[in-house]
């Protein structure tokens, strides 16, 4: 059975990296919830290794919540007034879908393919059955030719 059976990209998709928060209980549901109070659909979300006393956190959204998205970031750094917050447009996610649980290597073979094409990885999520992959936009269409060649599996 095929590891990736599928490959699907969306453009649009906004990356933001929130750091220098505190290493503290609840540091993360009160960064969340001034999110989903201004009504913000976050998709993936990865969060940093921490640092002493920091954190970070990074996550996507789509492209039409960049409006939204800045006065949100002022009410975080209101709440963490050290908080850093950078935000990166312009970019395509690649989702990766399969049977990966009974394969080793998977997102290693994946992230093997982007370096060899040299195309930068701005975000990773994973699950049991999917990997997505935050690439620059320009390099999507690169991208997703080279895992689909990589894993003989179609674009949806």
């Not at 095929?2 to 990296?17: A, E, G, Q």
């Not at 640092?51 to 492209?63: D, K, L, N, Q, R």
């Not at 039409?64 to 998205?69: A, F, G, H, P, Y």
């Not at 990766?96 to 093997?112: D, P």
Request: hydrophobic share 45%.
């Amino acid at each position: 059975m095929k590891p990736v059976t599928s490959i699907t990209m969306r453009d649009n998709i906004v990356v933001v990296t929130i750091d220098r928060l505190p290493n503290v209980a609840g540091t993360m549901a009160k960064v969340f919830r001034v999110l989903a109070d201004d009504g913000i659909n976050v998709d993936m979300i990865s969060s940093l290794l921490p640092a002493a006393s920091e954190i970070g956190v990074s996550f996507s959204v789509e492209g039409d919540e960049v409006t939204k998205l800045m006065g949100v970031t002022r009410k975080v750094q209101s709440i963490f007034p050290g908080a850093a917050v950078h935000v990166n447009s312009g970019n395509a996610k690649l989702v990766l879908g399969g049977h990966m649980a009974e394969t080793v290597g998977v997102g290693a073979r994946a992230f093997a393919c982007l370096g060899a094409a040299e195309i930068e990885i701005r975000l990773i999520t994973t699950s049991e059955n999917e990997i997505s992959i935050v690439v620059d936009e320009g390099n999507a269409d690169s991208a997703a030719e080279a895992l689909s060649k990589e894993f003989e599996c179609g674009q949806v």
